[in-house]
C-alpha cells in the first residue's frame, strides 16, 4: 500500500476507533499531525483525498467534520438550534425515523441488515457512555441510509446536525449502560423487523424505542407516548421478535 494511502487508512482507523460520527468535528490538524506523526502537509493532503471520497468534509475556520458535506451550513445549525426545544427536535424525530424503518424493512439491502445488527451489537459492547453514544448514532444513521431515499436522509442529517448541537442535559450515574439497558431490547426488535422485512412493525418499533429514549429526559413527552400507544392497535409483531 503507498504511504499516502496508507495515511488515509490511519485516519479512517482514527475516526473509527475514537468514536467519532458523523458531523462530528475532527481535531485541529496542528494537534491530528502530531497524533500520526506526519507533518501539515502529508495530512493536508489526506485530508484531501478523504474529503474528495465524501468521507470528511472541510470548513475553513471551523474545522474538519465526519461524512459528506451537508447541505444545510452551520450557520443555519446555529440558527435553527437557537430556535427550538428539545421537545421540538424529538416530535420530529417521533415523526421521521419510524417511517425510516419502515422503509428500511422494504428497501435494505443484506449488508445495509447487516450492519444495522452490528451498530446494534458494538451498543451493547460500549465500554463508555460515549461509546455507547457513538454507536447509538451510527445505528440510526445506518437505518436512515438503508431507506434509499436521499431526500429523507437530507432531513435525517438535518435533524441529527441539530440534535447533536443542543445540550440535553441528560444525568448520567454510571460509567456505561446497564446489561439490561432497555434501548439494547429495543435496538433488538428494530433490527429484527427490519431484517423480516415487516414494514409496519419496524416502523412500530422505532417509534416504541423514541418515546422510551424521550421518556427518560423528558417526561411529559413519555405521557404522550402512553396515550398514544394505548389508542392505537400494535401490529402483528415478527416470528421470533422478543
Known amino acids: 500500500m503507498p504511504k499516502p494511502e496508507h495515511l488515509?487508512?490511519?485516519?479512517?482507523?482514527?475516526?473509527?476507533?475514537?468514536?467519532?460520527?458523523?458531523?462530528?468535528r475532527l481535531p485541529p490538524e496542528r494537534v491530528m499531525s502530531q497524533t500520526l506523526g506526519v507533518t501539515r502537509n502529508q495530512l493536508r493532503s489526506a485530508l484531501a483525498t478523504l474529503e474528495a471520497r465524501g468521507l470528511i468534509w472541510r470548513h475553513v475556520g471551523r474545522g474538519t467534520?465526519?461524512?459528506?458535506?451537508?447541505?444545510?451550513?452551520?450557520?443555519?445549525?446555529?440558527?435553527?438550534?437557537?430556535?427550538?426545544?428539545?421537545?421540538?427536535?424529538?416530535?420530529?424525530?417521533?415523526?421521521?425515523?419510524?417511517?425510516l424503518a419502515r422503509l428500511a424493512a422494504i428497501?435494505?439491502?443484506?449488508?445495509?441488515?447487516?450492519?444495522?445488527?452490528?451498530?446494534?451489537?458494538?451498543?451493547?459492547?460500549?465500554?463508555?457512555?460515549?461509546?455507547?453514544?457513538?454507536?447509538?448514532?451510527?445505528?440510526?444513521?445506518?437505518?436512515?441510509?438503508?431507506?434509499?431515499?436521499?431526500?429523507?436522509?437530507?432531513y435525517f442529517e438535518?435533524?441529527?446536525?441539530?440534535?447533536?448541537?443542543?445540550?440535553?442535559?441528560?444525568p448520567r450515574t454510571t460509567h456505561k449502560?446497564?446489561?439490561k439497558y432497555s434501548?439494547?431490547?429495543?435496538?433488538?426488535?428494530?433490527?429484527?423487523?427490519?431484517?423480516?422485512?415487516d414494514r409496519d412493525f419496524a416502523a412500530h418499533c422505532m417509534k416504541q424505542h423514541l418515546h422510551s429514549v424521550y421518556g427518560r429526559i423528558l417526561p411529559k413527552m413519555d405521557e404522550i407516548a402512553k396515550a398514544e400507544l394505548a389508542v392505537s392497535d400494535p401490529p402483528v409483531m415478527v416470528k421470533g421478535a422478543p
Not at 485516519?11 to 467519532?20: E, L
Not at 447541505?71 to 420530529?92: C, G, M
Not at 438535518?158 to 443542543?166: A, E, F, I, K
Not at 434501548?183 to 422485512?197: K, Y
Request: proline residues 5%; aromatic residues 10%; contains cysteine.
Open 8 to 24: 488515509v487508512q490511519r485516519i479512517r482507523q482514527m475516526i473509527a476507533s475514537d468514536g467519532y460520527v458523523h458531523n462530528d
Open 65 to 99: 467534520f465526519v461524512g459528506e458535506r451537508p447541505v444545510l451550513n452551520l450557520d443555519d445549525v446555529s440558527y435553527l438550534r437557537d430556535q427550538l426545544t428539545p421537545p421540538h427536535v424529538a416530535s420530529v424525530r417521533l415523526t421521521i425515523e419510524p417511517e
Open 107 to 154: 428497501h435494505s439491502t443484506p449488508s445495509d441488515r447487516e450492519e444495522i445488527r452490528t451498530c446494534a451489537a458494538r451498543c451493547r459492547e460500549a465500554p463508555d457512555w460515549r461509546s455507547y453514544e457513538a454507536w447509538d448514532n451510527k445505528f440510526h444513521f445506518a437505518i436512515a441510509r438503508s431507506a434509499k431515499n436521499k431526500l429523507f436522509l437530507y
Open 158 to 170: 438535518t435533524l441529527n446536525v441539530v440534535r447533536r448541537s443542543m445540550v440535553w442535559g441528560q
Open 177 to 179: 449502560p446497564k446489561k
Open 183 to 197: 434501548s439494547f431490547l429495543e435496538h433488538d426488535q428494530i433490527v429484527q423487523a427490519i431484517a423480516a422485512e
